[in-house]
T-cell receptor, first 109, second 114 residues
Framework: GQNIDQPTEMTATEGAIVQINCTYQTSGFNGLFWYQQHAGEAPTFLSYNVLDGLEEKGRFSSFLSRSKGYSYLLLKELQMKDSASYLCAVMDSNYQLIWGAGTKLIIKP | IAGITQAPTSQILAAGRRMTLRCTQD?????MYWYRQDLGLGLRLIHYSNTAGTTGKGEVPDGYSVSRANTDDFPLTLASAVPSQTSVYFC?????????????FGPGTRLTVL
């Protein structure tokens, strides 16, 4: 079967750095996505990795290792507005997204 | 409109009633999707459409139907609602010029079936 695993909840301090991990087992691989979802709102796109390595975009970076079935999202200089759920999703061989349950990130002052 | 819209925003429905959730996008995206999101679970694909005139079944299609008569609209119909269909429903689209298969989401419809 297809499976995406990520921690249910994490807590971090404003101004700090947090790493959210995602491991996956899917039928084929056509890229990995990270989305941010604030409570009561729609998911919004953060990053896309299809090759191994690190993609940096401002305070957010995403890493992929295809051989290990592993990705992480790194958030630097945390702000209170970063409190949200972070969703990991893998595009399978049929070009459909398989979604993890999401990691709820709580930022404390 | 700009982007993707859904209607209604929320709805309370009696079990056994028929309901259509509406989704419209103005980005000329080829592909559209319907997901449901339940607490503790990831987004689950109900139905999808790769292009106007075609549709396909996702992970959880039972009890739902869709149509794609044109590029912009992708309605989702619950023929006879049941309480297990209580959920938040998101419509999404993809396939624009900056095509990394990024999906753009509508604001969602919160449906309660009693």
């Amino acid at each position: 079967g297809q499976n995406i695993d990520q921690p249910t909840e994490m807590t971090a301090t404003e101004g700090a750095i947090v790493q959210i991990n995602c491991t996956y087992q899917t039928s084929g691989f056509n890229g990995l996505f990270w989305y941010q979802q604030h409570a009561g709102e729609a998911p919004t796109f953060l990053s896309y990795n299809v090759l191994d390595g690190l993609e940096e975009k401002g305070r957010f970076s995403s890493f992929l290792s295809r051989s290990k079935g592993y990705s992480y999202l790194l958030l630097k200089e945390l702000q209170m507005k970063d409190s949200a759920s972070y969703l990991c999703a893998v595009m399978d061989s049929n070009y459909q997204l398989i979604w993890g349950a999401g990691t709820k990130l709580i930022i404390k002052p | 409109i700009a982007g993707i819209t859904q209607a209604p925003t929320s709805q309370i429905l009696a079990a056994g009633r028929r309901m259509t959730l509406r989704c419209t996008q103005d980005m000329r995206h080829n592909a559209m999707y319907w997901y449901r999101q339940d607490l503790g679970l990831g987004l689950r694909l109900i139905h999808y459409s790769n292009t106007a005139g075609t549709t396909g079944k996702g992970e959880v299609p039972d009890g739902y139907s869709v149509s794609r008569a044109n590029t912009d609209d992708f309605p989702l119909t619950l023929a006879s609602a049941v309480p297990s269909q209580t959920s938040v429903y998101f419509c999404a689209s993809s396939g624009g010029e900056r095509d990394n298969n990024e999906q753009f989401f509508g604001p969602g419809t919160r449906l309660t079936v009693l």
